[in-house]
């Protein structure tokens, strides 16, 4: 069974950082396409950083040149490092793994990122 553990959320002030983890267990994560979405109240989910299987790189304009997503396949673990914080980064940060074909996606319980002005 799949399963997702995310870590490393927290209360920071503005301007401050964070970097989160998720690790995977229960299959090849070299595998697949991980990443971070993220959801504030009263929000939809959106899409923060993808990291391909090939190591390529996708970043929401609003993250872009603050955020930074990593990954280690010996680890089974992706990472986002988060700079310059703002209150408007404030969300649950749930992880996901994702393979294209055959189709599925799996989701972390989420992490809480409360940014203070």
């Known amino acids: 069974q799949v399963q997702l553990v995310e870590s490393g959320g927290g209360l920071v002030q503005t301007g401050g950082s964070l970097k989160l983890s998720c690790a995977a267990s229960?299959?090849?994560?070299?595998?697949?396409?991980v990443g971070w979405y993220r959801q504030a109240p009263g929000q939809q989910r959106e899409l923060v950083a993808t990291?391909?299987?090939?190591?390529?790189?996708i970043y929401a304009d609003s993250v872009k040149g603050r955020f930074s997503i990593s990954r280690d396949n010996a680890k089974n673990t992706v990472y986002l490092q988060m700079n310059s914080l703002n209150p408007e980064d404030t969300a649950v940060y749930y992880c996901?793994?994702?393979?294209?074909?055959?189709?599925?996606?799996?989701w972390g319980q989420g992490t809480q990122v409360t940014i203070s002005s």
């Open positions: 229960g299959t090849i994560f070299s595998l697949h396409n």
């Open positions: 996901y793994l994702r393979r294209l074909s055959p189709q599925y996606t799996y």
């Open positions: 990291i391909t299987s090939t190591l390529s790189t």
